[in-house]
């Protein structure tokens, strides 16, 4: 199992540099293609986002000036030339096949589509400002894309994440599709813990689950660690510390309006400050 074609979203700040760094290793080590994505900031046709209904007819908002609108284009050219040549450089310097892509302005329905047809999508945390008027939670993305995102903090020094790997388990098909989907980073990884966060009436260490590891010849350490599930997240979280993880994989729990999102307890805490790349799936 592999990965055969990654997409990354790009924009002209630093932290995007080392993401093209870090997904083009990535795609190097699974010889996978790397599709470069930039999502044009949507242009302000007006000086407010929609009509204002006080009454009718509609308060109309008023038109921007057409100078502004020109320095619009202006200033998100120049970051999607700065995001091109960032991310062209860090394909060359890894040897990976590339494509570039300049979307369109949307509500991020452009962005769905392409992660519905790649096999894995490297995004930022938080909200991605160059969709939408108020920006997409990478969350949003993650959960519309139908396929595993990795999510990678802006202070993620790492180039090649996937070495020593905490697997955040329940039980639940989303944590058993996280973990199929991870099983290109699982089955290389140097360690791998695979923590069981479960209540005090819960019993011991799941065999046939340590059986599934090995038989992906994946030597894993499965702990059990009593929790309520409001701590959750924190307890995958010092796990992650205590064996000094680079990634955590995790299922999505909730769903998503592209804007509206319902997390489930693990996914909230952690997506909410990641400490290392999380890698997930819903």
Request: aromatic residues 6%; charged residues 20%; glycine residues 10%.
């Amino acid at each position: 199992m592999t990965f055969s074609s990654i997409l990354t979203l790009m924009d002209g700040s630093q932290a995007a540099v080392q993401r093209a760094r870090i997904a083009a290793a990535l795609a190097a080590r699974f010889d996978a293609r790397l599709t470069g994505v930039f999502p044009r900031p949507p242009l302000p046709l007006s000086a407010w986002d929609e009509p204002v209904y006080w009454g009718l007819p509609p308060v109309v908002p008023p038109a921007v000036p057409p100078e502004i609108l020109a320095a619009h284009e202006r200033r998100t050219d120049a970051q999607g030339e700065a995001a091109r040549l960032a991310f062209e450089a860090a394909a060359a310097d890894a040897g990976c096949r590339s494509d570039w892509r300049v979307l369109a302005s949307d509500m991020g329905e452009g962005v769905v589509e392409l992660t519905r047809r790649t096999d894995l999508t490297v995004l930022p945390p938080g909200r991605l400002p160059t969709i939408g008027p108020a920006g997409v939670a990478a969350v949003d993305l993650a959960l519309g894309g139908g396929g595993p995102a990795l999510i990678l903090p802006d202070r993620v020094a790492d180039p090649a994440p996937g070495r020593r790997v905490v697997v955040a388990w329940n039980g639940g098909r989303e944590a058993a599709r996280a973990v199929r989907d991870a099983w290109p980073f699982l089955s290389t990884a140097e360690a791998v813990r695979v923590v069981v966060v479960a209540p005090g009436e819960a019993e011991g260490p799941d065999s046939l689950l340590q059986r599934w590891f090995e038989d992906h010849g994946c030597n894993a350490e499965v702990v059990v660690v009593r929790e309520a599930d409001a701590g959750a997240g924190d307890a995958v979280r010092r796990q992650a510390e205590a064996l000094k993880a680079d990634l955590i994989v995790m299922g999505l729990y909730g769903h998503s309006r592209l804007r509206e999102t319902v997390l489930g307890g693990v996914s909230h805490g952690l997506l909410r400050d990641p400490p290392v790349a999380l890698f997930v799936s819903h």
